[in-house]
């Protein structure tokens, strides 16, 4: 397990100044004047007046709905994984009810936001770029730039057209070859190279290969007292979810192995 980020959470969504009470500014007030209750300098933080959160709580804490859709097969759950990155950000917009937090009105409506900065441990080097000391306990050793939270939108596409053993995806000649164009995948995509490459080695095609090596370029969040060595990766998938389960870009996708058990 990686050591944690030194950086503590700070999360300062803007307040709407209109309708901000007189004493709206006390609390900042009070944390400007105490060193002590001030997070570490953060180089995204402005003099904007806003709400101070800094506990992983007042993101997590949100409610929310949360489907889960059971697919056919791989194929099928790839698609459906694309279609609903797409539609999920409309559906968040005209559902948007989070215009308050921490008791306070909030000049944003979503509650993604602060979800995305709650969970978001990303050293330094990793936030900026720029210098910082290598930890080889870590992904990419704590240095690696990473241009996003754990949780945030989606950084590649991942369906491939329709696949089968006697044409799978990609292969030269497939009626599916051209039906996805990944001139839609346009943005930086960081991977555990590694990973990419042994996946690409057991034959797992390119798209789904930098998903998944996308995910191990994070720390895993949460690592149970005897699930460590006690899981047998032969048989459960307890080590892949603990990364899957913390790395979320609105729709997830997740192979689950289901156990039938005997009836009657």
Known sequence: MGSPSPRLVAKNPPKLPPLAPLDSF?????????????????????????????????????????????????????????????????????TASTPILKGRLADTDARWGIIAESVDDRTEAELTGKGGTEDEFMAGKGVRRLFKSRYDSISTYIYQGACSPNTPCGLLGSPFQNRILNKYNDIPVVIDENHYLKLRSEGVDPALAQHVAHLFIRDPLVVFEGRVEEVDDEKETEHFESIQSTVSSGPDQSEKRIKAWPTG
């Not at 506990?55 to 194929?75: N, P, R, V």
């Open 26 to 94: 006390n609390e900042d007030a009070k944390v400007a004047e105490d060193p002590n209750l001030a997070p570490p300098p953060h180089p995204f933080l402005t003099a904007t007046p806003a709400i101070h959160m800094d506990a992983m709580a007042f993101g997590m804490g949100c409610c929310c709905l949360q489907i889960t859709f059971q697919a056919e097969d791989m194929d099928e759950s790839r698609f459906m994984y694309d279609q609903l990155a797409v539609l999920a950000p409309i559906m968040m917009a005209l």
